[in-house]
């Protein structure tokens, strides 16, 4: 089988979804066998430098249109078509309509359906082909059972055409045992002692206003400074805005965005994350921490619950108290962070890219009987 992979949303962004194409490649690189025939061939932006052919199997094809331009759906096809493929997986979403091959396509949560006022006209444009999109291909991935209640309840996607595949955490994330490392990571950012971590982009979706009152509820307790690690989102200014009105401008630190390689190290050096996001269609932040031996805190709402199973302290993100009374619980029984953290990095082991890999592989090969 001839598969191509559409991996040029990565020379744009490697977090997200370009972080999930190149975990996908690698993981197949390890579950493809010679007598297979499997061949892939990796579409790639034409100024994209990053190595995405881990074996004799892939190779690389530049391309020359760019993901989510408005003729992608006239220019792409024309690139494919030369390529002789069967299949074609889209993990962005949105595959090209005309095509010579099969279509699979990965849909990670329908975020752009829940909160339409979050999108851009131009996201609002891509995003809007999903009805399409979902009718046209012969597989569909849903990265949790989640996203796949999402396409059955709001695009009525039949269940036996969604098959769910649930992400892993990259294996950076993992215990770092030389001091030197974090210490470097905590010199660099300025980084206190001990501190209560949020990782994610700053926007309405992340509830970030509701655990800055929570963290404000614990004010008059002896506790660290709570890390805001993220990049600035859409309505920004109103967290912004909140902390100098309830007088937390000194206990809570603004990072801003900060380097993928950076990122393992803050889980470990955080005493708790904090996850209160209103939706995420996997949520790979908690899975992360976990990998890397951190408490979590998360809300118990779509797929977070799918995530974490036992191994955080789950509750309702709408409610302040309650995630105040689940902090100062956490931070003040060591016990209990001893058990989240041996609970969490068992539950993260039973994620892996082999396993999301192997899966995927079967879509593949279902697709092409459809």
């Known amino acids: 089988m001839r598969i191509g992979i559409d991996a040029r949303l990565i020379y744009y962004r490697q977090a997200g979804i370009g972080q999930y194409t190149q975990s996908l490649i690698a993981g197949l690189a390890q579950e493809v066998s010679p007598d297979q025939g499997d061949e892939f061939i990796i579409l790639q932006h034409r100024h994209d430098g990053h190595p995405l052919t881990p074996g004799p199997h892939f190779k ?4 020359w249109t760019p993901c989510h331009h408005p003729l992608e759906q006239l220019t792409l096809p024309l690139e494919i078509w030369p390529l002789r493929l069967d299949l074609l997986h889209s993990p962005d979403y949105i595959p090209p309509f005309r095509r010579n091959c099969r279509s699979v396509i990965t ?24 009805d399409q999109a979902v009718r046209d291909a012969e597989g569909i991935i849903a990265v949790s059972q989640s996203t796949k209640r999402d396409l059955m309840n709001l695009l009525g996607v039949p269940a036996h055409r969604v098959t769910v595949v649930y992400e892993a955490a990259s294996p950076i994330f993992r215990v770092i045992q030389d001091p030197a490392v974090l210490e ?9 002692p001990r501190f209560i971590l949020f990782l994610g982009t700053i926007e309405p979706r992340k509830n970030l206003p509701t655990l800055i009152q929570a963290y404000r509820l614990l004010r008059a307790r002896d506790v660290p400074p709570l890390v805001v690690a993220g990049a600035k989102g859409w309505l920004f200014d109103s967290v912004l805005t909140l902390v100098e009105q309830l007088g937390l401008g000194e206990q809570v630190l603004f990072t801003g965005g900060i380097p993928w390689a950076d990122v393992p190290a803050f889980y470990n050096l955080a005493e708790v994350l904090v996850f209160p996001s209103l939706y995420e269609g996997f949520g790979l932040p908690p899975l992360e921490a976990m990998a890397c031996g951190t408490p979590v805190i998360a809300a118990n709402v779509s797929s977070i619950p799918e995530v974490v ?6 509750v309702d993100p709408n409610d302040a108290a309650a995630l105040a009374a689940a902090l100062a619980r956490l931070l003040n029984d060591a016990a209990l962070r001893q058990d989240l953290r041996c609970r969490g990095l068992a539950r993260a082991a039973e994620f892996s890219w ?7 592989l079967a879509v593949y090969r279902q697709a092409m009987e459809a």
Request: net charge positive.
């Open 184 to 192: 470097d990571v905590r010199a660099r950012y300025s980084l206190p």
């Open 354 to 360: 082999h396993r999301a890999a192997r899966e995927t």
């Open 107 to 130: 849909v990670h949560d329908l975020a752009f359906i829940h909160f339409p006022e979050l999108l851009t006209a131009e996201s609002a444009r891509y995003y809007g082909q999903i």
């Open 60 to 63: 690389r094809r530049s391309t």
């Open 309 to 314: 199973g036992d191994a955080g302290l789950l």
